[in-house]
């Protein structure tokens, strides 16, 4: 049953499951595996250690991403401007950015993988997000897609070693220590 952007954001307030808006559908997240979850925290903390607070904040699966009013995602990890923020504080509204942002990220699960790939990247492509990651905690790689000055996106894999986002200057992500 689709639902207008306004009925998506009172459920989501109101319903005490994760939930995310596809073409104007409401999605439940699903369960995810530990793996999923470990390297997702990890990650959380990794960029959560290195970020002054005072100009980045990240989420650990929470708040939303938006491209349009049919569309709602909540991925894994993500890093927000702190300006993006001021205009929600105290408004008691769901959390929901629509600006890019400097890194989104999704872990895969064998309960979100072929979705995540197929549905959501995309999605933050049109966005123009400037980097976003896909982390396979099973194969233990890295795709990376880093929007390019003409507005493209060029992918990368990487397996192990360290990775510094583009849009988050000295920033080091331990690749080893996420896949543990």
């Not at 997240?29 to 960029?47: C, D, I, V, W």
């Not at 927000?80 to 205009?87: H, K, R």
């Not at 583009?166 to 920033?171: D, H, R, S």
């Amino acid at each position: 049953m689709a639902v207008s952007a306004r009925e998506f954001e009172q459920l989501a307030l109101n319903e005490p499951n994760q939930w995310e808006l596809y073409c104007g559908e409401p999605r439940r997240k699903p369960g995810m595996t530990y793996e999923h979850n470990f390297t997702a925290s990890s990650l959380y903390l990794q960029l959560g250690q290195q970020l002054d607070g005072k100009v980045f904040q990240v989420r650990l699966g929470m708040g939303h991403v938006r491209r349009s009013e049919e569309n709602y995602f909540i991925p894994d990890v993500y890093v927000i401007p702190v300006g993006l923020t001021i205009p929600l504080r105290g408004t008691r509204k769901l959390e929901v950015y629509s600006a890019a942002l400097p890194l989104v990220v999704e872990v895969w699960s064998p309960s979100t993988g072929t979705y995540d790939v197929d549905t959501k990247i995309p999605e933050y492509q049109r966005r123009g997000d400037l980097e976003i990651w896909r982390l396979h905690p099973y194969d233990r790689t890295l795709t990376c897609w880093r929007k390019q000055p003409e507005a493209t996106y060029l992918k990368r894999e990487q397996s192990g070693g360290t990775v510094q986002p583009a849009a988050l200057p000295n920033v080091t992500v331990d690749l080893d220590a996420l896949f543990e």
